[in-house]
């Protein structure tokens, strides 16, 4: 696939990406972490698109020579105090070709077509319902086909479920208590999103299934993409199974 031009003045593309994913939609720790968080050429003709900006997705947008790269992470999570090491490689990379750098997080995941959206295609859901920060819906596929259709190394299942009813899903690492008693409350009988902590899942109320945070992201930015006729660049962790 080639990465597609766009022809739009940086400005445009903006509102364009607000209307896809508005701000507003955000969580209160997204402040200052989405949207345009480094700027470049004032126009934009090719867009690039990735789950993460890791240096070998920035090298792979600069190769295809793209004005604008999105991404679901923020590769500026922390206030910067010195530019070195893997920040500053990277950084030297973006700004040397010139490239803008845009950010939609959780903005994305709430947004129609956003990251919880896609997962409830992806899945199947029937009947579902949004939550503060993911959707809940009737589930009718096995947790073998959940794992095979997120894939990416695969399902940890956390108490004892042969097959998920009723499904709520966040994207991310979404293993809150609070979220997890929501979902319970909307008659949810398994609960899934990434990164559980063992405290977490000892006093969940129910069965937690345990993806990776590539799985549950990567195909909303990749749909994104498809939609936009943008590059979409695939970065996925290395991970392996041991049994």
Partial sequence: MIAIAVDMEIAGFIREMERIADPCLAEEFDCGRIGLIVEGKPEVGTVCCALDATEAVVDRAAALEADMLVVHHTPLWQPLTAVRGATMRLLRAVLDAGMNLYVMHTNFDRAPGGVNDTLAAILDLENAEPMSLGVVGDCRISLDEIGRRLG???????GEIDRAERLAVIGGSGFDPAFIAEAADLGADAFLSAELKHSVARA????????????LEAPAMEALAG??????????PYVVLVP
Wanted: aromatic content about 14%.
């Fill in 152 to 158: 990416h190394g695969g399902l940890r299942v956390w």
């Fill in 204 to 215: 969940a109320p129910i069965p937690c299934i345990e993806a990776t945070h590539y799985a």
């Fill in 227 to 236: 939609r936009m006729s943008w590059h979409f660049i695939p970065d996925p």
